[in-house]
């Protein structure tokens, strides 16, 4: 089992920018990939962006060249830099990654963006 704790989210106005950061409870070395899931008020969960063990990264097409994930793997972190946020990014953030078969959720953080 593993265990994911995010960090990072608050409250923004438009335009601006924050860093998230998933830490997992056990070395992500070995794990195939990691991702974001946000979500919105009224909205179901997306796929923001995940990263494989390889660093091959995919974005959903909204966050497309204002977010970048990047992964640490001595510190068994995961990051959500993001950049030109809009109010439209306004969503819980979880963290996400399946290990030995079996999804793993953080407990999610929230971003706010609002003027």
């Known amino acids: 089992q593993v265990q994911l704790v995010e960090f990072g989210g608050g409250s923004v106005q438009p335009g601006g920018s924050l860093r998230l950061s998933c830490t997992a409870s056990?070395?992500?070395?070995?794990?195939?990939?990691m991702g974001w899931y946000r979500q919105g008020p009224d909205k179901q969960r997306e796929l923001v962006a995940d990263i494989t063990s390889g660093g091959s990264t995919n974005y959903a097409d909204s966050v497309k060249g204002r977010f970048t994930i990047s992964r640490d793997n001595a510190k068994n972190t995961i990051y959500l830099q993001m950049n030109s946020l809009k109010p439209e990014d306004t969503a819980v953030y979880y963290c996400?990654?399946?290990?030995?078969?079996?999804?793993?959720w953080g407990k999610g953080t929230l971003v706010t963006v609002s003027s």
């Open positions: 056990r070395s992500i070395f070995s794990i195939r990939a």
């Open positions: 996400n990654t399946v290990w030995l078969g079996v999804p793993a």
